[in-house]
């Protein structure tokens, strides 16, 4: 049997035996789903009238991947044009992708499509050798960089109830079943803006066009900086130099880019905790200067900000995975959490759909990983029996061929 | 006539004319077009005709706060002349020029009749509460950014702004600034009536001599607007955007105003004309707006001629906006252009 052929009957044993869509699905008859066929083929512009009837046609199709719009239409079925657009949810992407860590570099690599010059860590938006834009890559989802991403996503929510007031009742977080987490807004007024609006969101949240000295910040002169008692941005900024001050060290300080006034930042810690707590009145550290103030505002506003992804959150069409279905790229399942339990939640326990079986496989090469309490590899060229979920794992991320 | 309910007085409609429940106030709501003709209603056409004639050479249309039912009244005539005309450009003048004016008493408003203004539009606009804010007033977010995202200026980016629980704080003067685009949008869409009813002769006789004298004060060509090769309708939707947004005033960012430009050079407007695109709604200095047109075009300086960045970058920019179907096949603003203008 092939890995392909073993792939699909794994995913149609699901939809067949364990299937059902637990995550609610607002206006279900208003959204426009997709779907990707095993021969390589999308199913596009269909609809659903309930979800019992989403949940047979699941069933019987069992697809390699599984889309619904994050738009409500009048017409989903209709072509683009026709369809009748009636607002779509706030919706965020947090991926590994777009977070570097350090084991992005072991574990991620990339080659060009054009040029085939490769390389390890964050995919480059454009290759340095040919400036083609299009890559083969080969990741992983490992537990440290989804572990980044739900402290992108912690930073996101928070975002999300202090400054844009949503309630925790229109927040929904879901694990991709990949390497990332969606947060979807459902809010009636949020549902009307448009993708240059969403931008403003998503440049918000990022901190991007951010400009300090709208923030009392300007040249040479400080008037009155943030204080941690403010709201906004403002809050956030002292906030976050707070916490940095607090705890930083001589080599924090260097990587902050704050080398030279290492000495004096350490020994006016008292004074600088001060002005941040205080009302503000940031130029009575002596000695402290606009411009270091300035480089410690900049390093706070980069570990604050969250790091989404921005083509998400402004295609006001876009189809989205849909939650409970088979992610094609790891037979893990996407779920959705309690925003409640974001900390604890634990995405290599919830999103395992296979809990009985096993395959044999020949693995070309992984790193180690775990699934539920278990712990695997790492491999190199072995051939090993594992239970179907780790298997499949191997085999979606194209790590391991089944044997005979 | 007296609304208990309303914080506005008759005196403030007349100052707002604009405002729904401004047509209650005025002893003779069911006017009727034809009417309008007659000599005791003169006063009434006048003033309308005065309003229009106001916006061509002046740019803001003045108040006349002593003779309030022929202000209230005088301004759906004024609309109705507009419309007469048939012509966008004295239509998006005379829409700016009101919202000029409101921008002015705005700014010197109570905030009891700021928010009275504000939620004839249907925005959530509140006085601040919050002490520890030195704002005087704090709008919603949706209302916030619909009414921002395409005033491209820094300081209106939302990441620029306190907000806090869904809401943006906001000074008199910016609310003033706001509800004035509002007020100009409002008044535009009004004016976009499909189908025109038949003016009595009196009326298009008022209507063909402000388009004469628009043509006089203004000049013809840029009342005329893009030559005829060019296939407005074929625009893809950020070129859309930026030309909607510049031509009704506001101010472009620097790769917005690239891509305008040289998107318009591309497709074949020529340099000439684009200048005086730039100048007749702008306050851009003529000669830089020349040289870069120019340089653009290729004409000055580097001899090469620019094209409008791919999608991919004006996606980066956010300048790519609302992408529609399209789009999605395309990687440049210019070969959506070429293949929509052979579609139609
Ligand atoms: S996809 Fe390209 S052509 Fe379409 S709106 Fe965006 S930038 Fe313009
Ligand atoms: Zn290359
Ligand atoms: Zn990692």
């Known amino acids: ?404 | 006539m007296r609304y208990a309910f309303s914080k506005l007085a008759k005196n403030d409609y007349a100052k707002y004319p604009f405002l729904k429940a401004a047509i209650k106030y005025v002893q003779i709501p069911d006017l009727r077009i034809q009417d309008l003709a007659d000599s005791n209603r003169e006063n009434i056409l006048k003033r309308a005709q005065q309003r229009l004639e106001e916006a061509i050479f002046d740019n803001i249309v003045s108040r006349d706060l002593h003779h309030e039912d022929i202000e209230i009244i005088s301004f759906p005539v004024a609309v109705m002349l507009a419309m007469a005309t048939k012509n966008s450009f004295i239509q998006k003048r005379y829409a700016l020029a009101e919202a000029n004016q409101t921008y002015e008493d705005l700014r010197k408003e109570s905030e009891e009749k700021t928010l009275e203004v504000a939620k004839n539009f249907g925005w959530e606009l509140a006085s601040n509460k919050e002490s520890r804010m030195p704002y005087r007033f704090a709008l919603n977010l949706v209302d916030y950014l619909r009414n921002t995202t395409h005033l491209r200026e820094k300081p209106w980016k939302l990441v620029n702004r306190m907000l806090s629980n869904g809401n943006v704080y906001l000074g008199i003067d910016e609310v003033a600034r706001l509800l004035k685009e509002e007020v100009r949008r409002h008044i535009e869409k009004r004016l976009e009536l499909k189908e025109l009813p038949a003016f009595p002769p009196k009326i298009t006789e008022i209507a063909e001599k402000i388009r004469k004298l628009s043509e006089d004060t203004i000049g013809k060509t840029e009342m005329e607007g893009f030559p005829k090769a060019i296939v407005q309708v074929a625009f893809p939707p950020c070129i859309k955007a930026l030309y909607e947004s510049f031509s009704s005033g506001r101010h472009l960012s620097h790769v917005g105003r690239f891509t305008l430009t040289s998107f318009l050079i591309n497709i074949g407007m020529p340099p000439e004309t684009v200048v005086e695109f730039f100048k007749s709604f702008s306050d851009y200095n003529e000669r830089m707006t020349r040289y870069q047109v120019e340089h653009i075009a290729g004409e000055k300086g580097s001899r090469t001629r620019y094209i409008p960045p791919k999608c991919d970058t004006l996606k980066t920019h956010g300048v790519c906006t609302n992408p529609d179907e399209l789009c999605q096949r395309m990687r440049h603003p210019l070969s959506y252009y070429r293949i929509k203008v052979k579609a139609t």
């Open chain 1, 1 to 404: 049997m092939d890995s392909l052929t073993y792939v699909q009957n794994t995913f149609r044993d699901y939809y067949a035996n364990n299937f059902s869509l637990q995550s609610a699905l607002q206006m279900i008859e208003k959204r426009e789903f997709g779907f990707a066929s095993f021969d390589g083929w999308m199913l596009r512009h269909r609809s659903f009238k309930t979800k019992n009837e989403l949940t047979m046609f699941l069933q019987d199709f069992a697809p390699h991947d599984a889309y619904f719009s994050c738009a409500y239409y009048e017409e989903p079925e209709a072509e683009m044009e026709r369809k009748g657009w009636l607002g779509a949810d706030l919706v965020f992407d947090i991926d590994a992708d777009h977070i570097p860590t350090q084991c992005s570099k072991i574990h991620d690599e990339w080659t060009c499509g054009n040029c085939a010059f490769s390389g390890k860590g964050i995919t480059p938006e454009k290759c340095p050798k040919c400036g083609n834009e299009r890559f083969d890559t080969r990741t992983w989802p490992c537990e440290v960089c989804l572990d980044s991403a739900k402290t992108e996503t912690v930073k996101l929510l928070d975002f999300l109830m202090r400054d844009f007031g949503f309630s925790d009742k229109e927040i929904r977080v879901f694990f991709s079943g990949h390497r990332g987490y969606h947060i979807h807004v459902e809010n009636e007024a949020a549902r009307s803006l448009n993708s240059m609006a969403r931008k403003e969101i998503v440049d918000y949240v990022t901190g991007l066009g951010l400009d300090i000295t709208y923030f009392g910040l300007s040249d040479r002169k400080i008037l009155q900086g943030p204080s941690t008692k403010d709201q906004g941005w403002r809050g956030r900024i002292a906030r976050s130099a707070y916490d940095f001050v607090r705890n930083a060290n001589e080599d924090d300080y260097k990587n902050a880019g704050l080398q030279t006034n290492v000495e004096l930042l350490i020994r006016n810690k008292k004074a600088l905790l001060k002005s941040l707590d205080g009302v503000g009145t940031w130029s009575t550290v002596k000695g402290v200067a606009f411009g270091t103030w300035k480089r410690l505002v900049e390093h706070s506003i980069g570990s604050i900000s969250a790091k989404v992804d921005t083509a998400v959150t402004t295609d006001v069409h876009r189809l989205i995975r849909l939650a409970d279905t088979l992610h094609g790229k790891t037979g893990l399942k996407k779920v959705e959490f309690a925003l409640s339990a974001v900390s604890t939640f634990d995405p290599f326990k919830s999103a395992i759909a296979f809990k009985a079986g096993t395959a044999k496989v020949i693995v070309s090469d992984a790193p180690k990983f775990r699934l539920d309490n278990e712990i695997f590899g790492p491999y190199k060229c072995k051939k090993i029996e594992l239970p179907t979920a780790a298997a499949l794992l191997l085999v979606c991320k194209g790590r391991a061929k089944v044997v005979e």
